[in-house]
């Protein structure tokens, strides 16, 4: 099969599977944005997916996403940056992302700020929340009764505006429960600020739990690109 018909195969089976989520959970499907991962996957895959009409991408290191946006900077794609970032990357990443999901400390925000302010626009941030149980982090994320005070932090810095809560479901857990303490977390943060109204949870494997649970984003690799060739 040729690999773009792969990828509309992809595309068509999670936009259904998105559809099916959003009606069993009395949600309108339009409600659930698609951002799709091509980590480790060439940027000829990422001109595919534009070509049908794909709009958000999201890659998760540094100098892949770096090179991958500037190559593609014709496209007119939103960058989404999913992955653990370092502070002292933090400007650089701003520099070409439109969106950083993963902002779990405010060591990352002076970077991010100024990034977003040498840029000239303003750059949108998720807060990442933990669902690990207490005292792990194995996924990344604040936890959740700090989600509130970083959320704050955010809101407070010049270049950025504050979107939402974004969360990874612990390996081996219940998603359904792990999404359903990411709703709490995320309405806390939206009664502090209305307008920060995302929540970015679910991936190719359990994208219907998120869905369920209020997930306005859902960010899936494998099961439009296929499997990576390796993970880290
Ligand atoms: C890789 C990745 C995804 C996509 O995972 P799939 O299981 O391939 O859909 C989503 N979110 C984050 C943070 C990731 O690193």
């Known amino acids: 099969m040729a690999r773009i018909d792969e990828l509309r ?29 091509t980590k480790f996957f060439p940027e000829s895959d990422v001109r595919l997916l534009a070509d049908l009409g794909v709009t958000d991408v999201g890659e998760n290191r540094h100098q892949e996403a770096a090179a991958k946006a500037l190559a593609c900077a014709d496209l007119g794609l939103r960058w989404h940056f999913i992955g653990s970032l370092q502070s002292n990357k933090a400007a650089a990443v701003a520099a070409y992302a439109d969106v950083v999901a993963s902002v779990d400390r405010a060591k990352l925000l002076g970077g991010l700020s100024r990034g977003a302010l040498e840029r000239g626009r303003d750059l949108d ?8 149980e207490a005292g792990a982090t194995h996924r990344g994320g604040v936890a959740p009764d700090q989600a509130l005070d970083l959320a704050d932090k955010v809101a407070a810095s010049p270049g950025l505006q504050l979107r939402g809560v974004m969360a990874v479901a612990p390996l081996g857990a219940d998603p359904a429960a792990a999404f359903a303490r990411l709703a709490v977390t995320a309405a806390q943060v939206r009664q502090h600020h209305p307008a920060a109204d995302q929540v970015s949870a679910g991936m190719s494997h359990d994208l219907e739990e998120a869905i369920s649970a209020g997930a306005t984003h859902v960010r899936i690799g494998s099961a439009i690109l296929g499997n990576r060739p390796t993970i880290k």
Not at 20 to 34: F, Q, S
Not at 125 to 132: E, F, G, H, I, N
């Open 125 to 132: 941030v998720l807060v990442q929340v933990s669902l690990d």
């Open 9 to 37: 195969a992809g595309l068509d089976q999670v936009h259904a599977r998105i559809a099916a989520a959003a009606r069993n959970a009395g949600r309108d499907p339009a409600a659930v944005h698609l951002v799709v991962v």
